[in-house]
């Protein structure tokens, strides 16, 4: 195997690692696949913020992420916040199911909020920074030279993780079909979301 290649292989195994843990991005990315809402600008965007995060580890900056701890101290309160929201927006559908219904048996929903929705997971999570700015980047940096090589690996999984998440998630439609499967979803996405938020604002 040629340097490069083995260098791409390493960053696509290390990104996977790091992206596959359950966790509130990958639980709404779940979420919208199954309701088929979205999902191309759901996974466009957790793609493309993937890859421009770990461009700017490999680029060097993760430095800086550290010596903000202040600001990762604020978005760490933010986020928290937002993910109890979520997370009890999910409860209350769990115990007050209703309202307009898609063929797949769940509330219509908006492509904006989708968005909002997904760009405030990826983007108010402190430990995202932590994980793919800093730590990627200083496994690249151990590279040397084919550092970009091992950056552009990481990006490609977290393409193949996150389309393979959000289109393949439609595969579940047909255990979701009735409301009381979805009460079930809803439940143990609530469980996660306002876990992951009070840990976020423990941490902070």
Same mark, same amino acid.
Request: hydrophobic content about 60%; overall charge positive; charged content about 10%.
């Given at each position: ?19 596959v843990?359950? #966790? &509130?991005?990958? +639980?709404?990315?779940?979420?919208? !696949?199954? =309701? @088929?809402? $979205? /999902? *191309? ?9 993937d ?47 209703? #309202? &307009?219904?898609? +063929?797949?048996?769940?509330?219509? !929903?908006? =492509? @904006?909020? $989708? /968005? *909002?929705?997904?760009l ?40 193949c993780?996150f ?26 996405? $609530? ?5 992951l ?8």
């Amino acid at each position: 195997m040629s340097p490069a290649l083995s260098a791409a292989a390493a960053g696509f195994g290390t990104g996977l690692s790091l992206i596959v843990a359950i #966790g &509130a991005q990958n +639980a709404f990315v779940l979420r919208q !696949g199954i =309701r @088929r809402d $979205a /999902v *191309l600008a759901v996974v466009g965007i957790c793609a493309l913020s993937d890859a421009l995060l770990i461009a700017l580890g490999v680029g060097g900056v993760g430095a800086l992420v550290v010596a903000w701890p202040g600001a990762l101290s604020t978005v760490g309160w933010i986020g928290g916040l937002f993910l109890l929201g979520y997370g009890a927006l999910a409860a209350r559908r769990v115990l007050r199911p209703g #309202g &307009a219904l898609t +063929a797949e048996g769940e509330p219509a !929903g908006s =492509r @904006r909020r $989708a /968005v *909002l929705t997904c760009l405030a997971m990826t983007w108010l999570n402190p430990h995202v920074y932590l994980d793919t700015v800093f730590l990627l980047g200083s496994i690249a940096a151990d590279r040397g030279p084919l550092r970009w090589t091992f950056g552009l690996g990481a990006a490609l999984a977290s393409v193949c993780w996150f389309a393979a998440l959000g289109f393949g998630a439609r595969l579940l439609s047909r255990f979701l079909a009735r409301p009381a499967a979805w009460r079930v979803l809803d439940a143990v996405v $609530a469980a996660t979301m306002i876990a992951l938020g009070l840990t976020l604002l423990a941490g902070a």
